[in-house]
């Protein structure tokens, strides 16, 4: 049973570039959340999307866009990138039904740094 | 706005002994989960042990615990047998039943096991 998959796992991007990051629902979830994780801190919530829309956003600047896909996959986008944006980011999924247990599952993450 | 607090930036454990990690919260709502995540130096987040906030018995996973006092906002986190294996940062976390669009993590603390 395949977990939640991203990429890439690394990368490094200087200011004011644009980053996409990508992310694979574990199978059966419909439901992709994503977290920016700075360094010693929690992850901090960015926006969730079901049904290819944007459900709840956290208090992150418009230059933190994302896409969900038919197959339920998702992308994260962040414009004219900052030193502050440097983090790892994570994407969960879960399934929003009625049998929902609250949990999320996480992938790895992909770390970002900003030069 | 939910808001959850581990106070505890680091602790450390000696191997085979038991260790409690601290966690409190704050909510005006009645029903929510509760959850410890582990992230080990791998980066992925690993559920450990999850709480419903309407069942009063303290769940158990294995040689993890929690001593839930739902008046007292409070979620703590009982390691037993501590195990090598067990070093890793972990991160309480709430998510409202009602809302559960996104999760609120702590801070986070690093544990330590000594051999």
């Known amino acids: 049973d395949a977990g939640v998959t991203q990429s890439p796992t690394h990368l490094i991007k200087t200011r004011g570039q644009q980053v996409t990051l990508r992310c694979s629902p574990k199978?059966?979830?419909?439901?992709v959340s994503w977290y920016q994780q700075a360094l010693g801190q929690g992850p901090q919530f960015i926006f969730q999307?079901?049904?290819?829309?944007?459900?709840q956003r956290g208090n992150f600047p418009d230059r933190f866009s994302g896409h969900q896909f038919p197959n339920y996959s998702s992308e994260l986008n962040v414009n004219a990138l900052l030193l502050g944006d440097s983090a790892l980011y994570l994407c969960a999924s879960s399934r929003r039904t009625s049998a929902n247990t609250g949990e999320l599952f996480f992938g790895e993450g992909s770390r970002l740094t900003v030069l | 706005a939910q808001t959850v607090t581990q106070s505890q930036p680091e602790m450390s454990v000696q191997e085979a002994e038991t260790v409690t990690l601290s966690c409190t919260y704050d909510t005006s709502e009645s029903d929510y989960y509760l959850f410890w995540y582990k992230q080990p130096p791998s980066r992925q987040m690993i559920l450990v042990i999850r709480q419903e906030a309407y069942k009063q018995q303290n769940a158990t996973e294995n040689r993890f615990s929690v001593n839930f006092q739902k008046a007292a906002k409070s979620f703590s986190l009982k390691i037993s047998d501590s195990q090598l294996g067990d070093a890793a940062m972990y991160f309480c976390a709430y998510r409202s039943e009602y809302n559960n669009n996104d999760m609120r993590f702590g801070a986070g603390t690093r544990l330590t096991v000594k051999p």
């Open positions: 999307y079901y049904e290819e829309e944007e459900r």
């Open positions: 199978s059966g979830h419909d439901t």
